[in-house]
């Protein structure tokens, strides 16, 4: 028989479990478009969430370099602001204290936004200004999402637009780029000197159209390249001077408006002051607001220098081509297999990927052409795209360049006596008999050891049409291929 309730003892009975109350995991945050819900513990608000995912595009985000320089950007506007009395002391240190957090590699994963986006890179300057305004916050004893101490925009964005502030960042991280790519050309060129004088008495054949021309020096081939080096260094540091006009102060399309006359005047010395870097203010703000060309002329010197050192690695592998059946002149390093089914196979993997990075670079460079043609008005939209492909181009051709220094310039070797072989045999050394016996007599002769497969040498001293020693002297190593020398 069931007992009845009532007679049930109370301290017999289990007290119900209480269900523990979950802690928030996000916070309710507002823009003028609306109302997102945003991860309680990030650094980042609404308006970078919803330009992550309005642009999944690359799956990448905004390049590490211009995340850093975009910080600093935001450090000197805040320095600025400060000393202009618009931003206050305890507010102005706190952004400062974030901005260098940031400038160190803190918050990296907070960065969430596209590095290929809509609006001329706002959400690129609002995801900053929200990591900035959160973080600085923070330490003022704001909880994330609460922007009462530290606001993005009337705080963080003081005195600045998107279309000053992105631009100046950007041309901080092609500097600073460019100031990689030209250590790395630098030591190309070293190693090439090096190989120039290690190569400089081998005689081999100079070739024209890949048919046999005159004779020449191995590290003549070698110092060519070298020349080839130091002019695109040469045409780099030029170039540099483009980025050093900055339209910083002059806010949305150049009127500088909102920004004080003491901002205006200050804001990019104190730029140069953190930097280094030469920078001035543009002469002509609307100018340098809407008109991008400067990005187009730095794209063109970088892919002018992957054009010629692509050319140079086709050289590397033709004359290590072979090694038996080709030109076999030098031997590249062996640096992995060269097939899953031919044994013994070494390819030229080194310049081949440097081929590749010089395409890559030259592709950048029609996207960025592309861009810079396509701006409206008094701006151009698509500096992202300009910065992706831009800052893409500086790196993979920049690692490009030390792998193939480091594992293969260095590594490479003359076969000597195959280029002594494959010059004595050809018929270019004819050429330098003709002021001695006449062009007509030089091609009869070359034809014939074309025809019967004897040295241009062994039929001279037959016929009579030099003496050996006079020969000898026109065979001269360096009279042939010394421009001076031949000039005496």
């Known amino acids: 028989m069931s007992q009845d309730i009532e ?25 003028s478009i609306g109302e997102m819900d945003v991860p309680i513990d990030a650094y980042y608000g609404v308006q970078s969430l919803r330009a992550q995912r309005n642009f999944p595009i690359t799956g990448q985000p905004m390049h590490p370099m211009f995340i850093r320089n975009l910080a600093l950007v935001k450090k000197a506007a805040a320095i600025t602001n400060r000393a202009a009395g618009s931003l206050e002391p305890e507010k102005a240190a706190a952004i400062i204290g974030a901005c260098e957090e940031v400038m160190a590699g803190r918050l ?31 330490m003022l004893g704001d909880p994330l999402g609460h922007y009462a101490a530290v606001h993005p925009n009337d705080h963080v964005n003081m005195a600045q637009s998107t279309n000053d502030v992105i631009p100046t960042a950007g041309k901080l991280t092609v500097l600073d780029l460019l100031g990689t790519l030209q250590k790395s050309l630098e030591a190309l060129r070293a190693e090439l000197d090096r190989k120039s004088d290690e190569f400089d008495d081998v005689l081999k ?17 070698f110092h060519g390249y070298s020349s080839m080096v130091a002019r695109c260094e040469e045409r780099i540091a030029s170039v540099k001077s483009e980025m050093c006009a900055v339209n910083l102060g002059g806010t949305a ?74 030109f076999g002149e030098i031997n590249l390093p062996a ?42 008005m008094e701006l151009n939209a698509f500096e992202p795209v300009i910065f992706r492909a831009l800052f893409e181009e500086i790196d993979v051709l920049r690692n490009s360049i030390d792998t193939l220094t480091v ?53 001279v001293l037959e016929q009579g049409l030099l003496d050996e020693e006079t020969l000898d002297a026109v065979e001269d190593p360096y009279s042939m291929t010394d421009p001076a020398a031949a000039g005496k």
């Open 407 to 459: 594992n293969c310039i260095a590594g490479i070797t003359a076969n000597r006596e195959r280029c002594r072989e494959l010059m004595e045999m050809s018929v270019g050394v004819a050429t330098a008999l003709c002021p001695y016996i006449g062009y007509a007599k030089a091609a009869a002769v070359a034809k014939e050891a074309l025809r019967t497969k004897r040295s241009v040498r062994e039929l």
């Open 253 to 326: 399309i150049g009127t500088a408006i909102n920004v004080p006359p003491y901002y205006l005047r200050t804001i990019v010395p104190n730029l140069v002051a953190l930097t280094g870097y030469p920078l001035h203010q543009a002469a002509d703000l609307f100018d340098a607001t809407e008109n991008l060309d400067a990005f187009a002329a730095v794209s063109g010197a970088v892919k002018s220098c992957a054009m010629s050192i692509s050319k140079m690695c086709n050289d590397l592998r033709l004359l290590s081509s072979g090694p038996r059946t080709g």
């Open 335 to 376: 640096m992995q297999n060269g097939s899953s089914i031919m044994p013994g196979k070494v390819n030229p993997v080194i310049p081949e990927v440097v081929n590749q990075a010089a395409f890559l670079v030259m592709g950048n460079d029609v996207t960025v052409s592309m861009a810079v043609e396509a701006g409206q």
């Open 205 to 221: 054949m100079g070739r024209t159209q890949l048919e046999d021309a005159v004779p020449m020096r191995l590290g003549q081939t």
């Open 108 to 138: 990296a994963d907070q960065f969430i936004v596209d590095n290929i986006q809509g609006g001329a890179g706002t959400s690129a300057n609002m995801n900053m200004n929200e990591v900035l305004a959160n973080r600085a916050g923070e």
């Open 7 to 31: 007679s049930v003892n109370p301290t017999t009975m289990q007290a119900p479990v209480e269900t523990p109350v979950a802690a928030p995991v996000t916070r309710r945050e507002q823009d």
